[in-house]
């Protein structure tokens, strides 16, 4: 009687397969981790670019409330699209509409609505400031929400 030595055809194509299918999952999960990691960076650069905008708007109240009131009005507000930081911005109420201009890669796009709250004269604005961005074909958006008022 002869004995055998070594692996069958189909021993070997069974542990390939299996080898094979724990490859493929391993490689899933390392995309999708990726992809997250990719869409929390986003993230906090959002966060990021919204806060510097927050604190430019501060910087515009603080600098001449009457005039700050004047960027804004009552009911839905005046919105501006501020991916860059200047007085030019105030001279046209405007979205950024499609317009991802903001960081590197240039991806994003910042805009401020503000609203002034009904008074004579003003003391408070509400001031809403959103970063978008577009990833995986999907839209996010990091929101921030502040009043402003005349005395702070």
């Known amino acids: 009687m002869k004995i055998k030595l070594g692996f069958s055809l189909i021993e070997v194509l069974v542990f390939v397969t299996i080898l094979s299918l724990f490859f493929v999952a391993a490689m899933s999960v390392a995309t999708y981790s ?3 990691m990719k869409i929390n960076q986003h993230k906090i650069l959002a966060s990021h670019y919204a806060e510097e905008g927050l604190e430019w708007i501060r910087a515009e109240k603080e600098e001449n409330w009457d005039q700050f009131i004047g960027y804004g009005t009552t009911g839905s507000g005046l919105t501006y699209c501020i991916n860059t930081l200047n007085n030019s911005i105030w001279t046209t109420p405007t ?4 317009n991802f201009e ?5 991806i994003f796009k910042r805009e401020v609505n503000l609203i002034n709250q ?3 004269p003003v003391t408070q604005v509400d001031v809403t400031l959103t970063v ?10 990091i929101p921030l929400k502040t009043t402003l ?3 702070e």
């Open 95 to 98: 979205t950024c509409g499609a």
């Open 149 to 151: 008022k005349i005395l």
């Open 34 to 36: 990726l992809k997250n």
């Open 132 to 141: 978008t961005w577009i990833e995986s074909g999907s839209t996010l958006s």
């Open 102 to 106: 903001l960081g590197v890669p240039q």
């Open 118 to 120: 009904a008074g004579n």
